[in-house]
């Protein structure tokens, strides 16, 4: 089955510590993104791409990282410049045209510790 | 500045009775409008896309409306199951950036069984 994973499910991260949310789909769509979701808030976003070695910064890209050295992977790194990590992180990907929609990951809670 | 809101934050009803979810955006210029659900710590489903250019468009139980000119949305969820709770949001994709999504911060749904 075609879609997005996510992983982990659940990270800690301790103060001063980068970590690495991973981000797969096997859909062969051009666009990927990256969400946080803070409780009460709408989805902000952070980074995305729409094509392999290039992305775009979000409303809030501050203090993470992101790579696509393939079209299948786009992973975001929360450095120790982001003060206020915690909070759930969506990726989603959709096919490079408006009025497609989009598809989202089950999501990643991360913990500062 | 686009801005969306979605009132209630909350709602509660018996199972079985028909409902109405509501979205409102500050500006009119959209490219689209989506409905998502949310269930408690997982990803996002989308519902209903519906097109600058339409009025309503319809899945099942499901009927999401769009009045360009008011800024409204509304999701009308029919028969209501207790299968049917979770997290409802609304998203407009907007025209002054490139495939950039603006959403509510929901209203979570409970059916009472």
């Known amino acids: 089955d075609g879609g997005i994973t996510q992983s982990p499910k659940y990270l800690f991260r301790k103060e001063g510590q980068n970590v690495t949310l991973s981000c797969e789909q096997n859909l062969n769509h051009d666009a990927m993104y990256w969400y946080r979701q803070d409780p009460g808030q709408g989805l902000r976003l952070i980074y995305y791409s729409q094509i392999v070695n290039d992305f775009q910064k979000g409303d809030i890209a501050e203090g993470y990282s992101v790579s696509r050295e393939k079209k299948e992977s786009f992973p975001l790194t929360v450095t120790s410049a982001q003060k206020n990590p915690t909070a759930f992180y969506l990726c989603?990907?959709?096919?490079?045209?408006?009025?497609?929609?989009?598809?989202f990951g089950s999501g990643t809670r991360l913990t500062v510790v | 500045k686009q801005e969306v809101t979605q009132i209630p934050a909350a709602l509660s009803v018996p199972e079985g009775e028909n409902l109405v979810l509501n979205c409102s955006f500050t500006d009119s210029a959209i490219y689209n409008l989506q409905w998502f659900r949310q269930d408690p710590g997982k990803g996002l489903t989308s519902l209903l896309l519906i097109q600058s250019s339409q009025r309503e468009q319809t899945s099942g139980r499901l009927n999401a409306s769009l009045d360009k000119s008011s800024g409204r949305s509304t999701l009308y969820i029919a028969a209501s199951q207790p299968g049917d709770s979770a997290t409802y949001l609304c998203?407009?994709?907007?025209?002054?950036?490139?495939?950039?999504?603006?959403w509510g911060a929901g209203t979570k749904l409970i059916i009472k069984p």
């Open positions: 989603a990907s959709s096919i490079q045209h408006r009025d497609y929609g989009y598809t």
């Open positions: 998203a407009v994709e907007i025209g002054d950036s490139n495939y950039q999504l603006i």
